[in-house]
């Protein structure tokens, strides 16, 4: 058995796992990454009842996850979460990015299909990350910035130049996440919203429906995207704003619209809530570190 931990930016979770079978769960609020030592004594903490049944520790984090180090893209700092989490635990640990994770889990979810080998997870959440499965190996690098579809960059349909966090401007991010889409909803009702709230508001106010379409739109030209670069049989779409059913058929009908080549499948995330990490654990099971 192993343990497995989610390192999200709002809530923590772990579990006891074995083999994609959760044993038992436990979650906490995340904390502000800056110390790393603080955020070892909370998974510590969060775990210490299951290390003598466990062999390795396995862990999905959100940010720039690299081989060795992680880097939390609010503070832009390289942090040694591997090394350390090892030094804590005792254990070997493999440490991946938490949307790489769930695209491994939605990629193993589908292998009946034999032809499938090359996958791509997209979650339009409170920001939008991605996990690339290419020719069936899970691509990573370095130092983590690889497959970041949420920067790259695309057409903005309104003309508005949107600044992204990262430093560029009209980043998918900027336009198409929760975070976002609140943001500029804000803006256009002079009164704080949050993105379920925008959702509820579609087709009742025009300039909401518009700043709906617009995440809709970007997101068809990041699909469109991605599968010119990788040739992805499968797009699955996840996070709580891309598989709200409003934005998710807005999104196929866009882009069914498109020309042929750029045509693929694009599904619904089927992993359920602990796709990271049941993928993160699989993961770590075929590629020891
Ligand atoms: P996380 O980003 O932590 O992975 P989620 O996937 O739940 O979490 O994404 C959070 C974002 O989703 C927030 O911006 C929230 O307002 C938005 N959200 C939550 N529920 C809905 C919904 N039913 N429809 C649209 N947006 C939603
Ligand atoms: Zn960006």
Redesign the pocket.
Known sequence: MKIAIDV????ISAALVDGTQIIEYKKTKSCVHTNIGALSDILFDLCETWLEQADSVAIACTGLVGKETVNFLSIKTELPLKQNIERTFGLPVTIINDAAAAAWAEYQARKTNKSLKTLVYL?V???VGGGIVQNGQLVTSNDGFCAHVGHTSVHSADAIHYLCHCGRINCIEAIA???A??KHASAVLCKPV???Q??ELYFKHPEISKIIENSASSLVDLIANIKAITGAEEIVIG???GS?PE?FNLVKDKFEQLPNIYQTNVSLAMCGPHADLIGVSLYSQLYKS
Not at 8 to 11: A, H, L, R, S, W
């Open positions: 999200g930016g709002t809530k979650t959440s409170t920001g996440s929760g975070t889409i609140a949050t993105c379920k925008v959702f996070g709580s704003v709200s934005l």
